[in-house]
C-alpha cells in the first residue's frame, strides 16, 4: 500500500511538473537562421587599412589579427570554447538555449554549455553564469540534421540585453566529414579560446575571433551551432520574425553595432509602449526560389518561421537575388517570384501569423542590376502594394529611393555598393514603418 501511495504521489508531482512546464509561454528572443559552410581554403591577409582601404569596418576585437578572406568565417575547433554574444530582443525570467546541428550530416558532440549575462567585450558579469543541461546531460551530443533545447535555468534578463553562450567543443572539427552548421554574417564579433573547457569564465582567455573578410573587403563575423535564444517574458509578448536577404540580416550596417532595421524597429517599438519581440530570419544572399548562400526562403520557411516559438508576425522581403543573380535572362519571371510569395503567405497564414509584405529596395548600379531585372523590380513591388495579398506592406522602396532617380537610393541612404542601405538608410527603413501594422496579431483571411 505505502509502495502505491508513494508512487501515486510521484505521479501527481510530475504531472504538476508537467503543467506548470507547458503553462510557461516560452518565445524566441533571438535566432541564426542556418547556413550549412563547406569548407574552402581561405586567403589570409592583414587587417591594415594600407591592406584595406575600401573598408570602414574593421571589428576592433580583431585588432591585430589577420583576416581570413573567404565566404563565412573559415574556423574550426579543437579542445576549445567559443563564447558567442546573442543581442536579444525581449527579456525575461528564465532563459533557454537551442543548439543547431540542422545542416550537419555527422553527430556533434559538446563538452559543456552555459549562457551568462555579458559585462564588455570577452567578460560576463561575475554571479550570472549558469550552467546548461540538454535533458538532464550536461555533455550533449545534438545528432545529425537536429536541433537540441537546452534545459531551463533562471535568469534575469533586460529587454535589449546582450547574452553570451559558451560552447566547448572537445573534438576537431576539421576533420569531420560534415557540414558546419553556422551563421555566415552575423556582423556580430564572438571569440574563441585557447585550449581547454572555459565555459563559464568571468574573464575569458581569447585566442582569436570570428571575424573575417569578405571578397568585397568588408570585415564581418559568423556564429556557430546556435538556433536561438528563448525566454520566458514576464507578460504576453507577440514575436515578429524579419525574414529576408542580406539587407534585412544587416550587411553594411556595421560589426557589434546592432542597426539592422529590425534591431531599429524594435526600439521604435519599446519607445511607443508596444510589446513585441523582434528577431531576425534573414541569410545574406538568401534567394526566394533557388539556394544561394543558404537554402532558398521556401525551404527555410517552416524552421526559421513557424518553428520560432510565440511567431505572431512576419515581414518578407526577398527577390532582389533571385533578380539579380538571373541577369537579363528572363527565368524566373515575375510570375514565379509571386508564385513564392503566395506560398509563403499561405503557410503563415495557415498557423494564424500575420503576413506583411516589403518591396524591395533600389538597386541600380550594383553588380548583377540589369534593365530587365529592374522592370521585375518594379512589377514584383507593384504586386505587393496593390494585390492585397499581404496583410499589411512595409514600402521600403519609398523610403529609400531618390524621387529624381527612382532605380536608385538617395545618396544618403546607400553604403556605396547601391544595393546596402547605409546606416542612416536601415534608420530611414525602420523609421518609415507604421507600428499600427503590429498592434494586430490577426492575419486576413
Known sequence: MKTTHALTAAALIFAAITSAAAAENWISTWAAPAVARVDQAPQVLSTT????????????AAAGQELAVAGASPMHFKNQTLRQITHISQGG???????ANSLGTLPMRVGAA????????????????????????????????AILASDPVDLNVKNFTDLVVDLYLPDDTSTWKSPITMHPASWQVNFVSTEGNHVGATAFPVATTTAYRRGDGLASASSFFLARVEVVPTAPTPVLVAFGDSITDGTQSGTDANRRWPNLLEKRLSAAGIRMSVINGAIGGGRVLNDG??????????????????????????????????GSSPSPSVEDLIAGHRQMI??????????????????????????????????LNQWIRSSKAYDAVLDFDAALRDPAQPNKSLVAFDSGDHLHPSPAGYEAMANSIALSVFKSTKPRK
Open 49 to 60: 587599412a594600407q591592406a584595406f582601404p575600401w573598408s570602414r569596418d574593421v571589428p576592433s
Open 114 to 145: 552555459s549562457v551568462a549575462l555579458r559585462d564588455t567585450g570577452s567578460a560576463i558579469v561575475a554571479g550570472s553564469h549558469r550552467p546548461l543541461t540538454f535533458g538532464g546531460l550536461a555533455s550533449p551530443v545534438v545528432p545529425a540534421g
Open 293 to 326: 548562400v543558404g537554402p532558398n526562403a521556401l525551404a527555410r520557411f517552416d524552421r526559421d518561421v513557424i518553428a520560432q516559438p510565440g511567431v505572431t508576425h512576419v515581414t518578407i522581403m526577398e527577390g532582389i537575388n533571385d533578380i539579380g543573380a538571373a
Open 346 to 379: 499561405a503557410r503563415a497564414h495557415a498557423r494564424g501569423i500575420k503576413a506583411i509584405g516589403a518591396t524591395l529596395t533600389p538597386f541600380e548600379g550594383a553588380a548583377y542590376w540589369t534593365a530587365e531585372g529592374e522592370a521585375k523590380r518594379q512589377a
Open 93 to 99: 525570467s528564465r532563459v533557454r538555449v537551442v543548439l
